[in-house]
């Protein structure tokens, strides 16, 4: 590991939602963070508290498959998450809005940035969530400021 990775380990889903909460105070406007991992690894869980912990406590989060892309809009925050499930190449993630936002006013979370890799801005933050057990999940996060030394 990297001196700016941290590897978290949660044992439910209240776990990986309170990490989750702590990530998102050390996101700032402009951040992108790409999430990485299969079905049920807790992306949307872990999402769930990155949106709270940046402020906007009472978004109803839910995954964007459907519809590409969900706004939270909060009082000093706006929070674009995509959902990149079902997007390949240039033309179809053109039609996604993606190109047309500018996240200098809010934080983009990306679930199924593999699918977009190339197109990620340089700085991207990167979070993997990997199944371990049946409530077990590892979280790696690489990239960030404040990642590395936020040892709680």
Do not use: Q
């Not at 049920?40 to 990155?50: E, L, S, Y």
């Not at 240039?90 to 039609?95: K, N, P, Q, V």
């Amino acid at each position: 590991m990297g001196e700016n990775t941290k590897k978290i380990v949660t044992g439910s889903y209240e776990e990986t939602v309170k990490e989750g909460e702590k990530f998102g105070k050390t996101l700032k406007k402009g951040d992108v963070v790409a999430f990485r991992g299969g079905l049920g690894t807790g992306k949307t869980a872990f999402i769930t508290g990155v949106v709270s912990g940046a402020g906007l406590e009472k978004a109803e989060v839910s995954s964007p498959t459907f519809a590409i892309l969900n706004e939270y809009i909060g009082e000093d925050i706006n929070i674009y998450h995509f959902d990149m499930y079902r997007i390949s190449g240039e033309r179809s993630l053109e039609s996604t809005g993606f190109f047309d936002c500018d996240f200098k006013d809010g934080i983009a979370l990306i679930e199924w940035s593999e699918n977009i890799e190339e197109f990620l801005p340089k700085g991207t933050i990167s979070v993997t969530m990997n199944m371990t057990g049946e409530n077990e999940r590892e979280i790696t996060i690489t990239g960030g400021e404040n990642n590395a030394d936020s040892g709680n």
